[in-house]
């Protein structure tokens, strides 16, 4: 079992940062994957970055070039920071986990990102 808390939504005006933490009860070095998606009302949820246990990154075409993703082991947390924030960036945003030798994904509770235009 991982337990994952998401933290550092909020309300920001388009073009200012962001930054989104996710703190797993667990070792990080034991995840094969983490991430984030989001899910705007009315929308499907989707995918906005990955990282890998080795730190291979990949990111939603959305938001290359304006969000990085970022962990720290000794913390057992995975950053994303937003920049350049648009409107459309509004969604509840969600840490996922797939720890090594599963295939189960394991959810956090999801902190809200509002840009104000």
């Known amino acids: 079992q991982v337990q994952l808390v998401e933290s550092g939504g909020g309300l920001v005006q388009a073009g200012g940062s962001l930054r989104l933490s996710c703190a797993a009860s667990?070792?990080?070095?034991?995840?094969?994957?983490m991430g984030w998606y989001r899910q705007a009302p009315g929308k499907q949820r989707e995918l906005v970055a990955v990282?890998?246990?080795?730190?291979?990154?990949n990111f939603a075409n959305s938001v290359k070039g304006r969000f990085t993703i970022s962990r720290d082991n000794a913390k057992n947390t995975v950053y994303l920071q937003m920049n350049s924030l648009k409107p459309e960036d509004t969604a509840v945003y969600y840490c996922?986990?797939?720890?090594?030798?599963?295939?189960?994904?394991?959810w956090g509770q999801g902190t809200q990102v509002t840009v104000s235009s």
């Open positions: 667990r070792s990080i070095i034991s995840m094969n994957v």
């Open positions: 990282i890998t246990g080795g730190g291979s990154t």
């Open positions: 996922y986990a797939v720890p090594i030798l599963t295939t189960t994904n394991y």
